[in-house]
């Protein structure tokens, strides 16, 4: 049996899929999300809808960035409080 650290590192944890499942606000907005995107896909010209997908991609890469870095400072700040509670 592997540890949680070990699930986490080979990916058998993947707490962003565990937020996103039954959350049926995330579910509707990445419906809008879609919607939206395919709408302005349509009504946008060649140069314009280049340009809004580098924006998308910024975006996207954006949010991977924090949302890791949040995942990252939440997790050590769970371990502080291990440390604290086990003193």
């Known amino acids: ?6 699930d986490l590192w080979f990916g058998e944890i993947e707490p ?5 499942q039954g959350n ?3 579910k509707e907005l990445e419906g809008l999300i879609q919607r939206n995107r395919e ?3 349509k009504q ?10 580098k924006y998308a991609d910024c975006f996207e890469e954006y949010l991977s ?7 990252s400072e939440g997790f050590k700040l769970g371990a502080r409080f291990v440390v604290e509670v086990l003193r």
């Open 44 to 53: 946008l010209t060649k140069d314009a809808n280049e340009r809004f997908e």
């Open 65 to 71: 960035i924090v949302s890791k870095s949040a995942f």
């Open 1 to 6: 049996m592997l540890s949680s650290i070990e």
């Open 39 to 41: 709408e302005l896909r």
């Open 16 to 20: 962003v899929k565990t937020i996103e």
């Open 24 to 26: 049926e606000e995330i």
